[in-house]
């Protein structure tokens, strides 16, 4: 009896083969993840685990014998290379195949390289999994290192926030003008901007890398687009990610920019169903399609996925939010800001509390509130209502 199988063992993948159990579903479940960890936590990669703070068995979601007590067959370090959609099959990296009547893509993404020259040198990191920034530790361990980053969105200030706390000599290069350009307006990116450079962060806005430059093969320096070299012994790049939808892709299945999926989180095939960082997903809260890249978002898809598989109702979807933490501070956004007209700021940033309202023909639409749980939490119901 061919039941579900779900390719990715994330946040999003595991969800989905937890609701299917939680909503009843009996036949097999089948739950293949192409890293060698069982399930695990995404978010303290750029904080905690970096921070050293948390292990890496602290960041597993659900113990070993979760899976097997559910009825889950976790497959890890397996990874699936294409798909059969005629057969119903997929085809795994050993030769293997295995058959399915329904298919849930949670594949997330993966971290988006750096092209330039010297982008093959040792001391170029990302931060995506947790053998990545395992290495990364490695790499910082034995004294005070001149760190790069590039890209100036959370991961990036998140991780630069960490290395100044462990002792790091740390620059954050953006092209933009603004750090969070493309998730906030200029009063949030201009406040981190100052906290960063009053905590010793160097940030270079406006500022594009040309390439990379190596003795021996090792990064000892990164080369800016107007040719200044700036000294440095890692380069971590936090410049997005790309969804994993090849596959899918090359199978027939509509993937503009990650897979296309109606409010039932169907593709344009029936069986196969997407979910997470890699689905482009019809919010009520914006007019165009959105690929969001958060855990609250992960979680909700995985719901209504599993909800259409089992045939039950599926959960509405709720204001899209999202968390980041740097130094003291716990930035808590709701809603998707995409077309505000209007800002509006509560409260003071010079006292670490405030946040900053975004309306749309007089309507609001998003909010990014700084150490204000409180208001988060009521502004999040305004939006919704
Ligand atoms: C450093 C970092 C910090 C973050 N901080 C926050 C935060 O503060 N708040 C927040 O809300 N979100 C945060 N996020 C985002 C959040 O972690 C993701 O949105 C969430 O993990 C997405 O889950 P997912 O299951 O869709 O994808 P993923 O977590 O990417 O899981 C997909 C899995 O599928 C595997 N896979 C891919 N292709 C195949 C294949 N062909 N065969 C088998 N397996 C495959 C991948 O290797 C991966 O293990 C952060 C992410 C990172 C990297």
């Not at 990116?189 to 093969?217: K, M, N, P, Q």
């Not at 410049?239 to 920019?257: F, Q, S, V």
Request: charged content about 20%; some cysteine; aromatic content about 6%.
């Amino acid at each position: 009896m061919s039941g579900t199988i779900i390719v990715g063992a994330g946040q999003a993948g595991l969800q989905v083969a937890v609701a299917l159990r939680q909503g009843g579903y009996r036949k097999p479940v089948i739950l293949l993840g192409d890293e060698r960890h069982t399930p695990y936590e995404r978010p303290p990669l750029s904080k905690e685990f970096l921070a050293g703070k948390r292990t890496a068995a602290q960041l597993t979601l659900r113990k070993p014998d979760f899976y097997s007590s559910q009825g889950i067959d976790l497959r890890t370090g397996v990874r699936v290379l294409s798909l059969d959609r005629s057969a119903g099959r997929v085809h795994l990296a050993d030769g293997s195949h295995l058959a399915y009547e329904r298919l849930v893509w949670a594949a997330g993404g993966r971290a988006r390289r750096l092209s330039c020259p010297g982008a093959d040198a040792a001391g170029l990191h990302y931060i995506r999994t947790i053998d990545d920034v395992a290495a990364l530790s490695d790499a910082l361990a034995g004294g005070m290192k001149r760190v790069v980053l590039v890209g100036g969105g959370y991961i990036g200030l998140e991780t630069a926030a960490v290395l100044r706390g462990l002792g790091h000599d740390v620059t954050v290069l953006e092209a933009q003008d603004h750090l969070l350009a493309r998730v906030t307006a200029p009063p949030i990116s201009d406040f981190y901007r100052d906290i960063h450079r009053a905590e010793g962060v160097s940030i270079r806005l406006g500022t594009a890398l040309s390439g990379l430059r190596a003795v021996a093969g090792r990064i000892n320096g990164v080369v800016l687009a107007d040719s200044e070299v700036l000294a440095a012994d890692i380069v971590i790049a936090g410049i997005g990610i790309t969804p994993n939808i090849e596959p899918l892709a090359e199978a027939g299945i509509d993937c503009p920019n990650g897979v296309r999926v109606d409010a039932t989180c169907t593709s344009n095939d029936p069986a196969i169903l997407a979910v997470g960082d890699c689905a482009l997903f019809p919010s009520p809260y914006t007019d165009r399609p959105v690929r969001l890249e958060s855990v609250p978002n992960a979680m909700e898809q995985a719901r209504i996925a599993a909800a259409t598989i089992c045939g039950t109702p599926a959960p509405s979807p709720s204001v899209p939010w999202f968390w980041s933490n740097q130094y003291d501070l716990r930035l808590q956004s709701a809603g998707l800001n995409m077309g505000w007209d209007q800002i509006e700021m509560i409260g003071n940033p010079a006292e670490r509390k405030f946040a900053l309202r975004y309306f749309r023909e007089g309507r609001l639409i998003s909010a990014d509130c700084i150490n204000m749980p409180a208001e988060f939490a009521q502004m999040k119901k305004q939006i919704r209502e």
